[in-house]
Each structure stands twice: as C-alpha cells, then as structure tokens.
C-alpha cells in the first residue's frame, strides 16, 4: 500500500496558494474599496474607506480612516468577530497611520460563544508608537494561543482621536483628522502539513 497525499505533487503550488490566501482570518483587512465587516464600538467613532491612503502606496486600495462622529476628543473604536480554533497560536497586527494620536492599541478577545458574545476567556494586546508621520508596523511579539473552547474571537482596533488641527476661515472650528488603517491580520502561525492515508 501507498500513502496519498491530500495534496499531490503536482498540485503542491495550488496548495500553497490556497493556504496562504486563507491564512488571514481577518475579513476585509486590505481595505481594497470599502470598509466592510467592520462595526463601530466607541459611540464618537465615524469610519470610511479612503482610497488615498494606503499604506503600500497602491492606487488600486486604499485604507479604512476612523475619527471622531461629533468633533470632540473621544476614544475610537472597531472590532470585527471571526471564527478561530481553540487551541491555535495566531500572529495579529496590522499598518497605521496614526497622524497626531497619541494613544493606540490592538486586542483580540477570545469567547465561548460563536458570536463573540459573553465574558471573554483569554485576549492578547498589542500598542503602537504614536505621533509619526508616516505609516508604522505594529505586530505581536509572541502568538496567542487561543484557550480551550473557544469558538470565536473579536479583535478591536483602538485610538484616541487625532489632536485636532488649527482654526481656519473655512474651518472655524479646526480640523479634526482621522487615523488611518490597513493591512490588518489575525493568522495561524501553525504550521500546515500534508495529510495522508493508505491506498492500495
């Protein structure tokens, strides 16, 4: 008898293609023409696709902006609920713009419910370096093993409002800028192999 391979030899690339394509949990996290999958957590929050910031510099994507909905100075939010194995380690991160934010930070929360409903059973954080001007890498250091029984993990993207921008004749009020997004990722960092079984 002879193993087979779920994945032949002649089709190892295709393979290879699909799970790499596969890899990123997150839905929408490239921002390629809209912001969809995403919901506003904080109250003040007011996001939008922008296709004139992108953090690769592509003029055929863009980014997701958020900022304050009434002009104030307000905490930002949004999460996205995706589905993740118990027991994995994922790798999260993701590119920002942060303009003048001083604060920033991502978290992905695991739950027991499918809908990212009750009290969370184990989460992982990271924060970026703020106030640049341009777009900055933030990725965890160490994978987070998702806790036994879990059937759904949120992740959140959160941000002070950028400090807002002086007064002018056609801005009375001044400017209130957006922090920008992209590239956002929540991926396995298990690595894929090839199963077999016998054939005759």
Do not use: H
Request: net charge negative; hydrophobic share 40%.
């Amino acid at each position: 008898m002879k193993p087979f391979y779920v994945c032949t030899f002649s089709a190892l690339l295709a393979c290879a293609a699909t799970a790499a394509s596969a890899a990123n949990l997150i839905v929408n996290g490239t921002f390629d023409a809209n912001v969809d999958g995403w919901s506003v957590g904080a109250s003040a929050t007011s996001i939008w696709f922008d296709s004139s910031q992108d953090a690769d510099g592509s003029n055929t994507s863009g980014s997701m902006a958020m900022s304050t909905s009434n002009g104030s100075n307000a905490n930002l939010s949004v999460s996205q609920c995706i589905t993740a194995l118990d027991g994995t380690s994922y790798s999260f991160g993701l590119k920002v713009l942060p303009n003048t934010s001083n604060t920033f930070g991502m978290t992905c929360s695991a739950f027991a419910e499918a809908d990212c409903g009750g009290a969370s059973i184990g989460d992982a954080s990271i924060n970026g370096p703020m106030g640049g001007k341009g777009w900055v890498t933030v990725q965890s250091d160490t994978p987070f093993v998702v806790p036994s029984g879990t059937l759904s993990v949120s992740c959140s993207i959160t941000s002070t409002q950028p400090l807002r921008q002086a007064k002018s004749a056609s801005q009375p009020n001044g400017f209130a800028p957006a922090i920008y997004v992209d590239d956002v990722v929540f991926a396995s960092t298990d690595p894929v192999t090839l199963q077999s079984f016998d054939v005759d």
